[in-house]
């Protein structure tokens, strides 16, 4: 289970069901949360079929080129074995936590508090791949993705990172947008005092809420948005938030 913080209630309500894809929040640089999907073994698998391509075709390329040049013995095994050897680390360094075969699969490295992994965790994770891939055929990084649930194979359990899926799936159903009725009428012009992500988070934790039939949350939630609105009701809690956001879209949506 992975609980959701809710800094706009203050405390944490809701948490997922079992069988659920596990998923990890990002804050961006402009300190707004991104849920992100963690990588499923598939992609990561296609990911690393793609990097071995990768490297097999760099291997091919090196030998054909020292077939036509004279390299020493230190020379060839310098520029054939170092590149094979340091693939995964100089990469994600150089590209933020991905290499080509995450590049293009759409996956990333990331720190499981969701900030930026330092040169010591790509290190660690880079350290352990011998026993995790090569060594093992995969098999302990496999086990240990599956046994973690969290997407993390030991190198990551050492680093503390995972990797995530970038292609954020967003749904119209998780946007802003909610239909306003032809003719519709503004009841609570105070929903300006909320902002696009205050009411993106009024809907998600309304649509968790609702998923999970939790009542409790729906009126810490009410009584949350009044507040911070500035506004009296007698509106039940659920008619109520549902009426802030066709409010707001009603103002804003246009």
Same mark, same amino acid.
């Given at each position: 289970?992975?609980?959701?913080?809710?800094?706009?209630?203050?405390?944490?309500?809701?948490?997922?069901?079992?069988?659920?894809?596990?998923?990890?929040?990002?804050?961006?640089?402009? +300190?707004?949360?991104?849920?992100?999907?963690?990588? /499923?073994?598939?992609?990561?698998?296609?990911?690393?079929?793609?990097?071995?391509?990768?490297?097999?075709?760099?291997?091919?390329?090196?030998?054909?080129?020292?077939?036509?040049?004279?390299?020493?013995?230190?020379?060839?095994?310098?520029? #054939?074995? *170092?590149?094979?050897? #340091?693939?995964?680390?100089? =990469?994600?360094?150089?590209?933020?936590?991905? %290499?080509?075969?995450?590049?293009?699969?759409?996956?990333?490295?990331? +720190?499981?508090?969701? /900030?930026?992994? /330092?040169?010591?965790?790509?290190?660690?994770?880079?350290?352990?791949?011998?026993?995790?891939?090569?060594? /093992?055929?995969?098999?302990?990084?496999?086990?240990?993705?599956?046994?973690?649930?969290?997407?993390?194979? *030991?190198?990551? #359990?050492?680093?503390?990172?995972?990797?995530?899926?970038?292609? +954020?799936?967003?749904?119209?159903?998780?946007?802003?947008?909610?239909?306003?009725?032809?003719?519709?009428?503004?009841?609570?012009?105070?929903?300006?005092?909320?902002?696009?992500?205050?009411?993106?988070?009024?809907?998600?934790?309304?649509?968790?809420?609702?998923? *999970?039939?939790?009542?409790?949350?729906?009126?810490?939630?009410?009584?949350?948005?009044?507040?911070?609105?500035?506004?009296?009701?007698?509106?039940? %809690?659920?008619?109520?938030?549902?009426?802030?956001?066709?409010?707001? +879209?009603? =103002?804003?949506?246009?």
């Amino acid at each position: 289970k992975i609980a959701y913080f809710y800094p706009f209630i203050g405390q944490p309500l809701l948490q997922n069901s079992e069988g659920m894809e596990e998923r990890m929040n990002i804050v961006t640089t402009q +300190n707004v949360g991104i849920e992100y999907e963690i990588a /499923s073994l598939g992609t990561r698998y296609v990911a690393g079929i793609i990097d071995v391509l990768a490297l097999f075709g760099y291997a091919i390329l090196f030998l054909y080129f020292a077939d036509q040049f004279y390299f020493d013995d230190w020379t060839y095994y310098v520029f #054939l074995l *170092l590149p094979l050897m #340091l693939y995964d680390l100089v =990469l994600e360094l150089m590209l933020d936590g991905q %290499s080509l075969g995450k590049y293009l699969m759409r996956l990333k490295v990331v +720190n499981t508090d969701g /900030s930026q992994v /330092s040169v010591g965790g790509y290190l660690l994770r880079w350290l352990l791949r011998p026993v995790d891939v090569w060594i /093992s055929m995969g098999g302990v990084a496999v086990l240990s993705i599956i046994i973690t649930g969290t997407g993390q194979r *030991l190198g990551d #359990l050492a680093a503390g990172t995972t990797v995530i899926n970038l292609k +954020n799936r967003v749904k119209l159903a998780d946007t802003l947008f909610t239909i306003v009725p032809d003719g519709y009428e503004t009841v609570f012009h105070e929903v300006d005092n909320l902002t696009d992500k205050d009411v993106a988070l009024i809907k998600e934790i309304m649509d968790e809420a609702n998923r *999970l039939q939790n009542n409790k949350a729906i009126e810490l939630l009410a009584i949350k948005v009044a507040h911070v609105m500035q506004v009296q009701h007698n509106l039940p %809690s659920r008619k109520f938030l549902e009426t802030v956001l066709t409010d707001y +879209n009603h =103002l804003h949506a246009r």
